[in-house]
């Protein structure tokens, strides 16, 4: 642990940026480590926050050192040469959503808003107001609302998810990294998985369906992505496309009232995230989505919660898409739907889980629920 410890400690000391096409990468060599990480608590001033409907995309943070790095906005530019101490990083220290302004006053014009537990860099800061990049959106916080320093280390350490996107055409995925492995599968090119620990220098273990699949490290690319915040045109734009997508959902089984297609949809990331494990561990995952659909620091339907940015690995990479509109979820999913969506749950009010390790929580099966 102390060595791991040393590890991040020492990468996190000098990062690169770079920015394509006004996108910004933070290059930021972070190992995802299981901290139990305090919630901070702090004011909410109606003022500079309004309730979240949804989380913003995702900011990738590299470890490749980047080169021809430019980015414009707001009249910042970041050289090429230009590095970022771990100071740098800012995370959102609120439960819900903070408006960023074109200035550094509480009546200038709203240009985006940055969610709970997304991230970004500063690129000044001041005792009261702060200039920040968080994906394409430039802006004003006031620095109340906003987490520095270690606390912001802390918080995106536990709050990022380590994700390996294949980039061979196509790769074999074994069972091990030891002599005894076996070929359990292939993965193609683009396809994303959920790291849940790199094996030494050659190896990276991943979430592959129920089971954990090692890959070799030479045919992915290995990033730590923290949620970012979003301009007031990339909301309007989502929203649309959200709204197009939820019309498709519901024609695509026209025979489906409203809430049976919440429940049908519910199953199905039950399914996608659980098949495999027992029906308390169902019950589990599925628990964690409305918990986080009542607790008022998400967005407060299903189909939202779903669907929020950067939220759920299914989702992200289709397989949710494509088991919805195959009718895959199995009776068991249905069952702890339907359940949940009655007011039961198994973990209490916990909002998070993952593929257990380290990570300190309550266990059911491959999850650890936090």
């Given at each position: 642990m102390k060595q791991r410890d040393r590890e991040i400690g020492t990468l996190l000391e000098k990062v690169r940026i770079k920015s394509i096409a006004k996108r910004l990468c933070?290059?930021?060599a972070l190992l995802i480590l299981p901290f139990f990480v305090t919630a901070h608590s702090y004011a909410d001033t109606?003022?500079?926050?309004?309730?979240?409907?949804?989380?913003?995309?995702?900011?990738?943070?590299?470890?490749d050192a980047y080169n021809?790095?430019?980015?414009n906005g707001l009249g910042v530019k970041l050289k090429a040469s230009e590095e970022i101490e771990s100071e740098d990083l800012v995370m959102v220290a609120l439960t819900s959503t903070l408006n960023?302004?074109?200035?550094?006053?509480?009546?200038?014009?709203?240009?985006?808003?940055?969610?709970?537990?997304?991230?970004?860099?500063?690129?000044?800061?001041?005792?009261?107001?702060?200039l920040i990049e968080s994906g394409d959106l430039i802006g004003w916080c006031n620095n109340k609302y906003l987490l520095f320093d270690?606390?912001?280390?802390?918080?995106?350490?536990?709050?990022?998810?380590m994700t390996a996107t294949v980039t061979a055409a196509c790769t074999p995925v074994y069972s091990s990294s030891g002599d005894d492995k076996e070929i359990i599968g292939y993965a193609s090119e683009k396809t994303l998985f959920e790291v849940i620990y790199e094996d030494g220098e050659d190896w990276v273990c991943v979430a592959y369906d129920e089971l954990d699949g090692f890959i070799k490290t030479e045919f992915v690319e290995v990033e730590f992505i923290i949620d970012h915040g979003e301009t007031i045109e990339a909301i309007r734009e989502r929203r649309r496309k959200e709204a197009e997508e939820k019309k498709k959902l519901v024609r695509r089984n026209e025979a489906i009232a409203a809430d049976n297609d919440t429940l049908k949809m519910l199953a199905t990331i039950i399914w996608?995230?659980?098949?495999?494990?027992?029906?308390?561990?169902?019950?589990?995952v599925g628990s964690v989505i409305m918990n986080r659909v009542r607790s008022g620091?998400?967005?407060n339907s299903v189909y939202d919660v779903i669907f929020a940015s950067g939220q759920f690995s299914p989702v992200k990479t289709g397989s949710f898409q494509k088991a919805y509109e195959n009718n895959s979820a199995n009776d068991n999913a249905y069952k702890a739907a339907q359940e949940v969506l009655d007011g039961y749950t198994n973990v209490g009010d916990m909002t998070h889980f993952r593929r257990k390790g380290n990570r300190e929580?309550?266990?059911i099966g491959n999850h650890v629920f936090y």
């Open positions: 933070i290059g930021l109606a003022s500079e926050f309004l309730a979240s409907e949804n989380v913003g995309a995702s900011l990738v943070l590299s470890a021809n790095a430019a980015t960023v302004r074109s200035e550094g006053d509480p009546d200038a014009e709203i240009v985006g808003k940055i969610y709970r537990d997304c991230g970004g860099i500063v690129l000044e800061r001041g005792e009261t107001w702060s270690q606390d912001a280390i802390d918080l995106a350490k536990d709050v990022g998810t996608c995230e659980s098949r495999g494990e027992s029906y308390e561990g169902q019950l589990a620091a998400y967005p929580g309550y266990i």
